[in-house]
């Protein structure tokens, strides 16, 4: 989801318009502009082009990645790392020696075990004589948590526009953790799909080493790398770091008669994601695998879903004719209920995890809408109208039934309450009630009521892009209200801005703040709080909130 509506040929790009600080261009020159820590230099910038990022945290480990691009290529090359308590490396806590090679495109990644809970550490990492900036990290709390601030953020296109929304994510001190849903880099090639900044290589992605050009890319840009220096990252992937609407055995933006074996191209995708992030694998033997899940404290268990490689079946074809394109009906393939999103494993695995939670919050950190989306809406009783969009939880109505069953306790099991799905891939802001039959009136037969929620199960929040493009012509918010009146479940949308999430949690409430920049054409420090929602523990609904307090006396950022 989220893609051109005509994908044109590649063509030459345009300049790189003097942004080779925020443009990845391939030379040491535009290196020597990354922000360097003071213990760089001019080594650092030449060996240390795509700076280092943390990832994946637990209680008393997390994952420190780094590239090394050495000025001559060799068989190995020897990487020493050091994490300490202070960023002057005073207090080094763990120390070790890891190997690289050109096998792993001279990625480096190591899991630092043996630190302490909640704990904020800094960390730098060394090699061919140079020191690389000095980043930070911070592991997950244990026993009982008053308070967390998590970052979310999706879909970032570097082609189509600059991420300033990264530089502001990287200027939050108070951050526990950055959750990102997906489309963390896209597939086209130049000016097919954006034309700000072209694309390496120029062309679309298939190959290991296309995946691995682009993902360099990427991580040269100075403000994903301030996210990443500052921050452990949580990811996930939707369906651009292959290519666009993936499904088990294919995808919508595969052509198997010139780009060669579908399953060949998700390989070769799925290695370079796995040298380029800061990432544990679930599974060696098969890297399709990515749920997983994540324990903060007593107040949040964090569970990513894997939505598009190991279980998803093909989407289905709208056909229903509508102003807004084709729509569709729960009827027909539709109502297959073998037909999923997560597969039978994952899940097993989600119900499991889901009712054997003690936190307070159960997340799901996901790519795809789960609320319903509807041109026209009715009761379920009725066929529940006309659907948007078949990529998203819509299209794949008695999966989503199967997770409503196991939320509500029609199971066999307690009812799970206090449940926030959070998502990306839309390129849109939204927060909804999620009610399995939204647009039934009469609560007796498990309807909603839209004035004071009640029949919500519970609750999504859904986060705008980085960069990539929305309805942008929606300025005046008249589709967003268009589809607020036919979905008054939606408690807010915002279809044309650009920005992040920020979540603050507490034991009392989850609040979602909606942050949008005002542009990603050009360099700006500017940010607005578009809109705020929170839900409180055991209502499973919305209701508007205030902006929250950051957290006082945060530790230092990395310099």
Known sequence: MGRPHHVQAAASGPSRREF???????????AATL????????????????????????ADRVILWTRVTPPVLRSAISVQWLV?????????????????????????????????????????????????PVGRT????????????????????????????????????????????????????????????????????????DYRQRHAQYKRDADLQAAHRQHPFVCIWDDHEITNDTWKDGAENHQAATEGDYAARVAAGLQAYYEWMPIRAVDTRDLRKNHRAFKLGNLVDLLMLEERLSGRAQPLSATIATPFGNGFVQAGSFADASRSLLGAEQESWLFNKLQTSTARWKMLGQGVMFAQLKLQGAPNAQGGGVFLNSDQWDGYNPARNRVFDVIKGQTGGPPVGNVVVLTGDIHSSWAADLSQDPHNRDLASGGYDPVSGNGSSAVEFVGTSISSPGVDGDTSGNTANLLRGINPHFKFINLHKRGYMLLDVTPARVVGEFWHVDTVQSVSHVQTLAAAFEVREGSNRLQPAAQTTPKANPPALAP
Do not use: W
């Open 138 to 209: 911070r592991t997950l709390p244990t026993g009982a948590v008053d308070h967390l601030r998590i970052a979310v953020a999706s879909c970032s296109n570097h082609a189509y526009g600059l991420f300033n929304a990264y530089a502001r994510i990287a200027e939050r001190a108070d951050l526990d953790l950055v959750l990102h849903l997906g489309d963390y880099l896209y597939e086209y090639g130049a000016n097919q799909y954006g034309s700000l900044r072209t694309p390496e290589p120029a062309t679309e992605m298939v190959s290991l080493s």
């Open 20 to 30: 080779f600080k925020r443009s990845g261009a391939a030379t040491v020159a535009a």
């Open 35 to 58: 922000p360097l820590s003071p213990l760089a230099g001019a080594a650092t910038a030449a060996v240390f082009q795509h700076g280092v990022a943390s990832g994946d945290p637990l």
């Open 84 to 132: 300490a308590t202070d960023a002057a490396f005073t207090r080094v806590v763990l120390r070790g020696q890891a190997k690289t090679h050109p096998a792993r495109d001279y990625t480096v990644k190591v899991d630092a075990i043996g630190l302490q809970p909640g704990t904020t550490y800094y960390y730098r990492f060394t090699a061919e004589g140079a020191d690389s």
